[in-house]
């Protein structure tokens, strides 16, 4: 079965470090997410990412070149840099989510 990483940008506005969404769209470079190994698993590069954004309603469908560890959080999750490309947007439409912002999704 097909499976799609989601990622989530945060708002412009916030205090994060995290940059926002079109940022991450111009750079094809999701930093610094946490996946869970159970996840990771499951992506191979050449499957779909979705960066959402939902505040403001964008969304954008790219595909996996890459995930680069980059660290653990403050509970040992791994997080990686999401390497993506040929990044178009799409519209918008909202997908579930974990609370650290990132889920993995079957694809019809």
Do not use: H
Not at 33 to 58: H, M, N, R, T
């Amino acid at each position: 079965m097909p499976f799609a990483l989601v990622i989530s940008a945060p708002k412009a506005q916030t205090a994060s470090d995290s940059p926002p969404f079109e940022q991450i769209f111009a750079s094809c470079l999701g930093p610094t997410y946490a996946i869970s190994s159970s996840d990771w698993q499951k992506l191979k590069p050449g499957c779909p990412v979705i960066i959402l954004d939902k505040f403001s309603e964008k969304r954008a469908e790219a595909v996996l070149k890459e995930l680069v560890p980059a660290g653990n959080t403050a509970t040992g999750m791994q997080r990686y840099d999401v390497l993506f490309e040929n990044a178009k947007r799409t519209p918008y439409r909202p997908e579930p989510l974990q609370r650290w912002g990132t889920a993995v999704i079957d694809l019809p």
